[in-house]
């Protein structure tokens, strides 16, 4: 009988090996590895009690931490019953918690500006507002992490903040130490200044707060190994676009226009920035590109042809580099839809006509980061553009 008791009581390598298949919901990382396990407790007959240390009092997550580390622990055989108590971190835990995500790198440092960098930083932007370059920014990275991508969002658009409506993205950010843990929607990290402020509250910065706060953004953010980050940027070529070619002189851009003539010209000077900036302009995405009838399916040029071509054209003179049209987005309403929902039409309705044209340019973004990751390891890129 005594043999069989202990044949049957989970050993603790077996209950931390479970423990090591949960990852912190904001770290991603598994908890094992992060110091957040406190005690593991086996008593005879195989009730199990484990101790989590969580790293900060009052985290929003502690129900899916003790929902997933008593999910882990259950399947373990001879497990009978798991009791989850939750602890908080010291100080001292928090900082080595901190020092261990950093990798020893310095607390300012911006991880995308380093040389070896596997992440492409993709800067979206246009001459002027209401072009739907946030739309643009949101599905395309929700469209690259239903690819398999780990990607994240920075909702540089610091006056028009949108972005995390428009992802679903309604948790809160978690400060540890002075590292800020982002929240996540559809396999998308999101920071955005909106998830610091009360209500709808404008922000009123000037020149020297708007760099400090997407310096902290980029810094102090814990994002972890991405393989993309997109920044939605305010339209123009004002102080965030000046700041990002100094924080992350490696940024790409990607140019959003609408088809009408006026918009073009506005979207070419905002492209141009890369010639003084010495960014490289990856392509142009022509959005509100034509309406499909709802009788006959034909395309009704609601506000023009050729925009983007012409962007495209002119920034290939003003660069001396090919600036190609990445693809043309149409009006649809539920790219519309799923913007104020938080449901970004790539998931929600991928076979939609907006939704074809948006996969399509994430397609060939996807495409390049491969390539980059190829020859990261030595390997020849099948497919570039």
């Known amino acids: 009988m005594a043999t069989e008791t202990q044949e049957s009581t989970p050993t603790e390598d077996a209950v931390r090996a479970a423990l090591a298949t949960v990852n912190d919901p904001e770290i991603h990382r598994p908890i094992t590895d992060?110091?957040?396990?406190?005690?593991?407790?086996?008593?005879?007959?195989?009730?199990?009690d484990v101790g989590v240390y969580l790293t900060v009092s009052g985290c929003p997550l502690r129900e899916t931490i003790t929902a997933n580390v008593t999910e882990?622990?259950?399947?373990?055989?001879?497990?009978?019953?798991?009791?989850?108590?939750?602890?908080?971190?010291?100080?001292?835990?928090?900082?080595e918690l901190a020092a261990s995500l950093r990798g020893g790198t310095a607390e300012r440092e911006v991880p995308f500006a380093q040389p070896g960098s596997l992440t492409r930083v993709?800067?979206?932007?246009s001459g002027k507002g209401g072009v739907g370059k946030?739309?643009?920014?949101v599905n395309l990275a929700a469209a690259l992490a239903a690819d398999g991508m780990k990607v994240g969002v920075v909702d540089a658009d610091i006056y028009g903040h949108s972005v995390p409506r428009m992802?679903?993205?309604?948790?809160?950010?978690?400060?540890?130490?002075d590292m800020i843990m982002p929240p996540s929607a559809h396999g998308v990290k999101v920071i955005s200044i909106g998830m610091f402020t009360p209500g709808n509250a404008p922000v009123v910065w000037r020149g020297p707060m708007l760099h400090r706060a997407l310096q902290q953004f980029l810094a102090d953010v814990y994002w972890g190994d991405l393989d993309v980050l997109l920044l939605d940027l305010p339209p123009g070529t004002g102080d965030i676009a000046i700041s990002v070619a100094q924080l992350v002189p490696n940024a790409e851009i990607l140019v959003v226009t609408t088809p009408q003539q006026a918009a073009a010209e506005v979207a070419e000077r905002a492209g141009s920035i890369a010639v003084q900036?010495?960014?490289?302009?990856?392509?142009?995405?022509?959005?509100?590109?034509g309406m499909p009838c709802p009788h006959?399916?034909?395309?009704?040029d609601v506000f023009g042809t050729g925009g983007g071509q012409k962007v495209a054209e002119g920034l290939t003179r003003t660069t001396g580099a090919e600036v190609p049209v990445l693809g043309g987005i149409p009006i649809d309403l539920r790219l519309r839809e799923g913007g104020d929902e938080?449901?970004?039409?790539?998931?929600?309705?991928?076979?939609?006509?907006?939704?074809?044209?948006?996969?399509t340019v994430a397609d060939k973004l996807s495409s390049r980061q491969r390539g980059l990751s190829g020859m990261s390891l030595g390997l020849t890129p099948s497919n570039k553009f």
Do not use: F, W
Request: proline content about 6%.
């Open 34 to 48: 992060l110091g957040m396990v406190k005690s593991i407790g086996i008593a005879p007959g195989g009730a199990v």
């Open 72 to 95: 882990a622990v259950q399947r373990v055989p001879g497990v009978s019953s798991v009791s989850v108590e939750l602890d908080v971190m010291s100080d001292e835990q928090r900082r």
């Open 122 to 125: 993709y800067c979206v932007a």
């Open 134 to 137: 946030s739309s643009v920014t």
């Open 167 to 177: 992802l679903g993205a309604d948790g809160r950010p978690t400060q540890v130490e």
């Open 277 to 289: 900036t010495h960014q490289k302009i990856v392509g142009v995405i022509e959005n509100m590109s």
């Open 296 to 300: 006959c399916d034909e395309m009704v």
């Open 342 to 359: 938080g449901r970004p039409v790539v998931l929600s309705d991928p076979d939609s006509p907006a939704g074809k044209a948006l996969r």
